[in-house]
């Protein structure tokens, strides 16, 4: 009997399993189809231990949002994604919102459509210093689609891991950290960010946690220092960690 019908959809089979991965590691889509399936496979490096709840345990009924660029493409949170950020940032009503990671400013551009009285801070490499996918520049969508002469946003540029924060400690509400996913960029922008929200009982979000090791890392190793102090889940459905710290106490010294 021939092998030949054997070993052709070997190839198929294998080209066809090649491609899934590439759009799960590359495509905005897939990530969390990915890291289900190596969670369930064992294979991934760390497995993730926070706590999985509904977006509907974190964030009251009855809260709208209005999505621009809808559609995700390679690099973005997914729609839901974005989504349950929005969801969170309008439940908390934040004077200032924090964002590790500008891109294409998509995040950025929903918090200051959404939230009209919120500051918008975020953080991104000097165009010198990266080359964004597709051609894009740090924070376009931001110059292209918002138009408020209001001065709610402000592009930071620089390296998180060496950026003088301190004017910004304590004055801010909600972070999202979506930089470098090593483990020395995550929890450096961790740090960065539990100092940002100093006393206030803040919100901060993390992307990519449970499919980045150096990112889950990171946020458990957070979640042990600040035990006390916040409580810590993860969004199901998402690649999101969210911590909501208590009033009143510092997160890290």
Not at 17 to 38: E, I, Q
Not at 83 to 89: C, D, G, K, Y
Not at 157 to 174: C, K
Request: aromatic share 10%; proline share 4%; with cysteine.
């Amino acid at each position: 009997m021939s092998k030949l019908p054997f070993i052709r959809q070997l190839f198929w089979g294998n080209v066809a399993w090649s491609a899934h991965v590439f759009r799960a590691l590359f495509g905005a889509g897939g990530r969390v189809g990915l890291s289900n399936m190596c969670h369930a496979m064992g294979v991934y490096k760390r497995q993730p231990h926070l706590r999985k709840v509904a977006l509907s345990d974190v964030i009251p009924r009855g809260i709208e949002i209005n999505l621009s660029h809808v559609t995700s493409e390679n690099w973005q949170v997914t729609t839901y994604e974005l989504a349950s950020i929005l969801s969170i940032v309008l439940a908390r009503s934040p004077q200032c919102f924090f964002e590790f990671g500008t891109f294409d400013g998509r995040t950025s551009l929903n918090v200051l459509r959404n939230s009209p009285s919120t500051q918008v801070v975020s953080i991104d490499l000097p165009p010198g210093d990266v080359k964004l996918p597709d051609q894009k520049k740090v924070g376009n969508l931001i110059g292209e689609e918002f138009r408020g002469d209001d001065g709610r946003f402000t592009q930071l540029l620089g390296n998180s891991l060496r950026f003088d924060f301190t004017p910004f400690h304590g004055s801010v509400d909600v972070v999202f950290i979506d930089a470098g996913h090593s483990y020395a960029c995550a929890i450096a922008d961790s740090r960065s960010a539990c100092r940002l929200i100093g006393e206030r009982g803040g919100v901060i979000m993390w992307h990519d946690y449970a499919t980045w090791p150096g990112v889950t890392q990171a946020v458990e190793e957070i979640q042990a220092l600040t035990r006390e102090k916040a409580d810590m889940v993860w969004i199901e459905g998402t690649t999101l960690a969210v911590m909501m710290a208590r009033p009143g106490v510092s997160l890290v010294e």
